[in-house]
């Protein structure tokens, strides 16, 4: 077999399709205790997990194993005898993921732990011109990243995007970037050497929130909307993002009516960061033209005080509103969550969109939550991705990624991980 396509079929066998939903395996359920609850005594684990105590002792045992837990001697209740009243937590210190989350125009590289909590991001625009050299130059900024973090073994990458993902092979369709059958998941997994998980970022967002926002939902329908330079939604259905193999569904014709955003007729190009941009500068709220020409002007001049620039701002917030009224209708889900800088950046807004939701619903009241990640929620959604396959089989992802040689070649074993 020719080096090239030797090298391409390694890079396929490490991309491993998301796992976006909330596990019942036992060891995903200990798991699931100890990182939501811990420390916290084997006792308790069976309580909140359902599982027997011999069961969750030995899916501890496991769970030890694999580098994944430890024990906290220090917090064992006093007088107690016996290992099962010694409170376990997370290992986490040892491990890193690797989360991108590749928007339109910029690109977050961040280092997530087991929690999935952001231990550092760097934001860089999203490299443009041919394919291919985007490709490499996106592989390279992740590679140059990921050589920096010298105490943390890294296990696994997940990468976010929006356009059309096949999870299986990694390979993204994203018209906006102009990428057809872009080899995403093999390159980056080339470079990193590393396992590589790829979602569509409307359902990694969701993913989320169903994973690690609060609190924890895992029966009801869960409708995920988000808005920015794009908008669109997810589904979750009980536990589980609901993930056409198709690819996520559209809102982006979904019918408004504003004639000061510009009077498109379609959500999108109504709503969009660029969209209200182009308005601004239009009514002369920002410059024509320069640096300083962007949402984050407009925004400015609203905190100040700009009466028109207040009024652009709600009068997306007000299209927004009636939208998800209109998809709410539709959908009638159990959980309404938005998320993305278009609800985010401008707080007062919420209160037009909640009257306008509120107007618009022909359905009894149901609460708008905003996302629990505020203007982190690309990079946690990213995160999620890189950490679905271990919080749904800890231990048989611990096996692949501990297998796998990492950037530089490191054969860093449990024993070191957790000594």
């Known amino acids: ?29 200990v798991f699931e205790a100890v990182r939501t609850r811990g420390p916290i005594a084997r006792d308790a684990i069976a309580k909140a997990s359902g599982l027997s105590i011999a069961t969750v002792n030995r899916q501890v ?25 010694v409170p376990v937590e997370v290992n986490h210190e040892p491990y890193l993921t690797l989360a991108i989350h590749i928007g339109a125009r910029t690109t977050s590289i961040a280092a997530t732990d087991l929690f999935g909590r952001t231990l550092d991001v760097v934001e860089t625009p999203t490299p443009r011109g041919a394919q291919p050299a985007a490709l490499a130059a996106l592989a390279e900024s992740a590679r140059r990243y990921l050589s920096r973090w010298h105490r943390r073994r890294p296990l696994w990458v997940g990468v976010a995007a929006g356009g059309v993902f096949d999870v299986t092979t990694g390979h993204l369709d994203h018209p906006l970037l102009g990428w057809t059958d872009a080899p995403v998941g093999p390159v980056i997994a080339e470079a990193l050497r590393l396992p590589v998980s790829v979602a569509p970022h409307l359902d990694a967002m969701a993913a989320a929130e169903l994973l690690l926002g609060r609190p924890r939902r895992r029966g ?13 939604f997810a589904l979750s259905i009980g536990g589980r993002v609901h993930s056409p193999a198709s690819g996520p569904g559209t809102i982006a014709a979904l019918p408004v009516n504003s004639e000061l955003l510009g009077g498109t007729g379609q959500l999108e190009s109504t709503v969009s960061d660029q969209a209200v941009v182009t308005a601004a500068r239009r009514l002369r709220i920002i410059a024509a033209d320069g640096p300083t020409a962007t949402i984050t002007a407009v925004l400015r001049a609203a905190e100040r005080g700009d009466a028109a620039a207040a009024e652009l701002l709600e009068e997306r917030a007000r299209v927004l509103g009636e939208s998800l009224a209109l998809l709410r209708d539709m959908l009638n889900p159990d959980e309404l969550v938005v998320g993305g800088q278009a609800f985010t950046d401008y707080a007062a807004g919420m209160t037009t969109l909640t009257a306008a939701f509120t107007v618009r619903s ?18 946690a959604g990213a995160g999620v991705v890189s950490l679905g396959s271990l919080y749904s089989d800890p231990v048989g992802a611990m096996r692949r990624a501990l297998d796998a040689p990492g950037i530089s070649g490191r054969a860093l074993s449990v024993q070191q991980a957790t000594g």
């Open 362 to 379: 022909v359905l009894p009241p149901l609460p708008i939550r905003s996302t629990a990640f505020g203007d982190r929620v690309q990079e």
């Open 61 to 85: 045992t496991a769970l030890f194993e694999a580098g994944l837990l430890r024990e906290r001697a220090d917090l064992a209740v006093s007088g107690a005898v016996g290992r099962p009243r």
């Open 1 to 29: 077999m020719p080096t090239r396509a030797r090298r391409a079929l390694v890079a396929r066998q490490r991309i491993v399709a998301p796992s976006l939903r909330v596990a019942d395996a036992a060891a995903a359920s």
């Open 220 to 232: 009801p329908t869960s409708l995920y909307v988000y808005a920015r330079e794009s908008v669109g």
